[in-house]
């Protein structure tokens, strides 16, 4: 059974860089036709997606993130990681990382358990 | 981006009771070549993930009760619980990728009357 895993500083400095990372076990990452994804919830609010991955490092990203956004693949570690630059108060959010079965026609149906991530000074 | 309005805000329906839970899209989710429409529900209880209740608007995923569906087509869709339980109290949400930016519904919390 597929999992996700959420991880990366829970803290964050004004202007720097949001690094997380999301381990994906039970299956492989380059497998398949799923779709991996970041999505962020702000406390109290509603859900916000941030981008994806897929076959062979494609990538699409949310047009308000798109020039501050990276997601990387790492296919040997069974990891992909979210890279937010130049990050302010607005960022933060829990993030999540999901799984959108059958190229994301199927909906999200695996999600990791989230990370909080506070910037602050 | 495709924006979804959910209706109500919040809604409090008593036990065994049926509530309904209503989605908006701006712009049709329903693909003409295979006549699906691109929309899921899910369901937050707090401190929890989303959890995937239906897709294709009207798909159960497995393991969700009986008691949730899904109908609807082309920009106004709801979600039904038959018989409210306890363990149903949560934040429901549409979503859909019928074209990225993939985007939810504001949310609509469902409480016990």
């Known amino acids: 059974q597929v999992q996700l895993q959420e991880s990366g500083p829970g803290l964050v400095k004004p202007s720097q860089t949001l690094s997380l990372t999301c381990t994906v076990s039970?299956?492989?990452?380059?497998?398949?036709?799923?779709?991996w994804s970041w999505i962020r919830q702000p406390a109290g609010k509603g859900l916000e997606w941030i981008g994806h991955?897929?076959?062979?490092?494609?990538?699409d990203y949310n047009p308000s993130l798109k020039s501050r956004v990276t997601i990387p693949v790492d296919t040997s570690k069974n990891q992909f990681s979210l890279r937010l630059s130049s990050v302010t108060a607005a960022d933060t959010a829990m993030y999540y990382c999901?799984?959108?079965?059958?190229?994301?026609?199927?909906?999200?149906?695996?999600w990791g358990q989230g990370t909080m991530v506070t910037v602050s000074s | 981006d495709i924006v979804m309005t959910q209706s109500p805000d919040s809604l409090a329906v008593s036990l065994g009771e049926r509530a309904t839970i209503n989605c908006k899209s701006s712009?049709?989710?329903?693909?003409?070549?295979?006549?699906?429409?691109?929309l899921a529900w899910y369901q937050q209880k707090p401190g929890q993930p989303p959890k995937l209740l239906i897709y294709?608007?009207?798909t159960r995923e497995s393991g969700v009760p009986d008691r949730f569906s899904g109908s609807g087509s082309g920009t106004d869709f709801t979600l039904t619980i038959s018989s409210l339980q306890a363990e149903d109290v949560a934040v429901y949400y549409c979503?859909?990728?019928?074209?990225?930016?993939?985007?939810f519904g504001q949310g609509t919390k469902l409480e016990i009357k």
């Open positions: 999901a799984r959108g079965r059958n190229t994301g026609y199927d909906g999200f149906d695996i």
């Open positions: 039970g299956g492989s990452i380059s497998s398949g036709s799923d779709y």
């Open positions: 991955i897929y076959t062979l490092g494609s990538t």
């Open positions: 712009q049709s989710v329903l693909y003409s070549s295979n006549k699906k429409n691109y």
């Open positions: 294709w608007a009207s």
């Open positions: 979503q859909q990728y019928f074209i990225t930016p993939y985007t």
